[in-house]
């Protein structure tokens, strides 16, 4: 069966720019969770939805924000860009959200400029 | 709220090595455990976890880990290391309860395998 889809898989962003990501979970699966890598931060959660409500949100500011539709794709934005939002998205999706099967999706390199 | 601590941020060894890696976790109640592999390139893949019961659990390629819970520790191991498994191993762990549906991870060990 088809993986998890990030599109784009690059991009490139001027401060103060807006930026939307995309991903698409696997069939069936309606749990989508969004993480941020860095060099320096590691993997941090970012948020999480199930059906179409956020259910868990991690330590970031408000520019980062969701929303998932009705057919469980998932949308990222991030608002006012900054250098520091440079980093690999990753994506992952469940059937539920308790990680029994996440899948992670290949990312989105956004590099701000 | 949980973290997880990683103790070596680069290990390398020589093929036929056998591998520990170290993790840690700090949380207050029960949680499930991953271990996660990133090889160059690619996609986060999971190389296996633990929910409960056997606390020693057997994943792909030839990897297990050993969950001992009054350490608060889940190491992975493997007997004999490959040039194939040069990647970033990520230990995470998630609250086993409702209510939380986000992974914690630790920051990342690169094995570096030579031939």
């Known amino acids: 069966k088809a993986g998890v889809t990030q599109t784009p898989r690059y991009l490139i962003k001027t401060r103060g720019q807006q930026v939307t990501l995309s991903c698409s979970p696997i069939?069936?699966?309606?749990?989508v969770s969004w993480y941020q890598q860095t060099p320096g931060q590691g993997l941090q959660f970012l948020f999480e939805y199930f059906s179409e409500t956020q259910r868990n949100k991690g330590n970031f500011p408000g520019r980062f924000s969701g929303r998932q539709f009705s057919n469980s794709r998932s949308e990222m934005n991030v608002s006012t860009l900054e250098l520091g939002d440079s980093a690999l998205y990753l994506c992952a999706s469940s059937r539920d959200g308790h990680h029994t099967e996440a899948f992670f999706g290949q990312g989105t390199r956004l590099t701000v400029v | 709220a949980q973290s997880v601590s990683q103790h070596n941020h680069h290990v390398i060894l020589s093929e036929a090595a056998s591998l520990e890696l170290g993790c840690n976790y700090s949380?207050?109640?029960?949680?499930?455990l991953f271990w996660y592999v990133q090889y160059p390139g690619q996609h986060l893949q999971l190389l296996l976890k633990y929910f409960s019961g056997d606390p020693l659990v057997k994943g792909i390629k030839g990897f297990e880990a050993e969950f001992i819970k009054s350490k608060f520790s889940f190491n992975l191991r493997k007997p004999s290391v490959q040039w194939s498994d040069t990647a970033e191993y990520f230990c995470?762990?998630?609250?086993?309860?409702?209510?939380?549906?986000?992974?914690?991870f630790g920051k990342g060990t690169k094995l570096s395998v030579i031939p």
């Open positions: 069939s069936g699966h309606r749990s």
């Open positions: 995470a762990v998630s609250p086993s309860g409702a209510g939380s549906y986000q992974l914690t």
């Open positions: 949380y207050g109640g029960t949680v499930n």
